[in-house]
């Protein structure tokens, strides 16, 4: 049974519904043949060239941000303080630049390896909370920028996980204070059961 998600998924221009609706789907990774992966317990939208929080606002095109133009269903990493790698994925159609970031797994397979990387037991769940933590966890570096989420490197799974509005918290994103007003908006969402999260705060 196939369970991959297919390219035309990630072309959907909700980035909104698509953030909300990768929650409890499978984030895989295979590095140097090891697949590890993380049930995807939190995300964070980044809604394009009007979202003051994005690296593409004012229509801002760069080589580093020309990815999140093209058609959805590639990664955009980028190194977030000259520290952490952060995964973000491109979705929407051409010339519509959305993204959403990938913020905090649950260790879901290869748990022997996230505990190598991070150091960590898989049951403390600052092992892959923060989106700096997964992509340690997972082994995602600067290599995996720019990849089909739908290859053999990196990809999603359905496994069927589903959760009613009630069950998602939707909260202000973290860390952009100068996107000014668009930094209050309700755009990051976690699975409020889950204790692998970021940050747990009162939905607004």
């Known amino acids: 049974m196939n369970r991959k998600l297919k390219p035309s998924?990630?072309?959907?221009?909700?980035?909104?519904?698509?953030?909300?609706?990768?929650?409890?789907?499978?984030l895989y990774t295979k590095k140097e043949g090891n697949i590890t992966a993380g049930i995807i317990t939190e995300t964070e939208v980044y809604f394009g060239i009007d979202d003051k929080g994005s690296h593409v606002y004012g229509n801002r095109r760069t080589g580093r941000t020309e990815i999140i133009y093209g058609e959805g269903g590639f990664t955009y990493v980028y190194l977030c303080y000259g520290i952490h790698h952060l995964l973000n994925i491109v979705v929407s159609e051409i010339d519509d630049p959305k993204c959403v970031l990938i913020r905090s797994i649950e260790p879901f397979a290869g748990p022997e390896i996230i505990e190598q990387r991070r150091k960590i037991p898989v049951r403390n769940s600052a092992v892959s909370s923060g989106p700096g933590s997964l992509t340690k966890a997972l082994g995602i570096d600067g290599a995996f920028n720019?990849?089909?989420?739908?290859?053999?490197?990196?990809?999603?799974?359905?496994?069927?996980?589903?959760?009613a509005p009630e069950e998602i918290?939707?909260?202000?994103?973290?860390?952009?204070?100068y996107a000014e007003e668009h930094a209050l908006l309700p755009l990051r969402f976690y699975i409020k059961s889950n204790p692998y999260v970021s940050k747990k705060v009162k939905s607004v």
Do not use: H
Request: without cysteine; charged residues 35%.
């Open 146 to 163: 720019k990849k089909d989420v739908t290859g053999d490197e990196i990809w999603i799974e359905d496994i069927g996980n589903r959760y």
């Open 9 to 26: 998924y990630y072309r959907n221009p909700d980035a909104e519904f698509l953030a909300k609706d990768l929650l409890g789907k499978v």
């Open 169 to 177: 918290a939707a909260v202000p994103r973290i860390g952009i204070a």
